[in-house]
């Protein structure tokens, strides 16, 4: 079994390689998967980005992402579930003509869906509140080198401000100041595409 996936991976990663780059007019799909630093903590992110290339080192896309973090807020052990985000996206290659590497800097602006946040204490207190969606942005860059990329982004999300939120002490319930969740994280993800065509003549 073990064999046989790694035949498999093996044929997918020659074929992926072996690919050439972007064409204009060209589709492609990205896959990419990282780490994302949020304040305080830390912990996965992933995307699945389709194009269309514009120009020959130019590309518009939909990048559909989220980001999974453990982190402390207001003092406190946190646990976040998925944050998922929808971006239009820009990018321009400074390819210089090569077909196998290409430096990149791109931008997007979109939707930000922020789960709800569970935080506990040192006297095994829990509780949770939930945290509504925000329109943000981020900016990125990096290199691709063949079908493989290699990238660097900032997600800009606003903060968001807890309202009438209590934890559970015991079997009774206690009030929390209201304190302010930084929700921006830095990611640094690994990725290749599919599709595209080929860079420019």
Do not use: C, H
């Not at 073990?2 to 060209?26: D, N, W």
């Not at 569970?118 to 860059?141: A, H, Q």
């Not at 493989?148 to 807890?162: H, V």
Request: charged letters at 20%; hydrophobic letters at 35%.
């Amino acid at each position: 079994m073990k064999q046989k996936l790694l035949l498999v991976i093996l044929i997918t990663v020659v074929g992926v390689y072996s690919s050439q780059a972007q064409e204009k007019g060209k589709f492609r799909v990205g896959l990419d998967l990282g780490y994302a630093a949020a304040s305080g903590g830390g912990g996965i992110l992933f995307d699945i980005e389709p194009k269309y290339n514009i120009a020959d080192n130019m590309n518009v896309g939909l990048r559909i992402a989220g980001a999974a973090t453990v982190r402390e807020v207001n003092n406190q052990q946190a646990k976040v579930a998925t944050m998922s985000s929808y971006l239009g996206t820009y990018d321009y290659y400074f390819n210089n003509g090569s077909s196998t590497f290409a430096p990149f800097v791109g931008a997007g602006m979109g939707y930000y869906g922020l789960a709800s946040l569970e935080l506990d204490t040192d006297n095994n207190g829990s509780g949770s509140f939930d945290v509504s969606g925000k329109f943000g942005g981020m900016i990125r860059g990096g290199v691709e080198v063949g079908k493989f990329r290699l990238g660097l982004e900032y997600n800009i999300i606003p903060k968001t401000k807890s309202e009438g939120f209590s934890l559970s002490e015991g079997g009774s319930s206690i009030e929390v100041d209201s304190f302010e969740v930084k929700n921006s994280y830095f990611g640094i993800s690994l990725g290749f595409y599919l599709g595209g065509g080929k860079w420019g003549k």
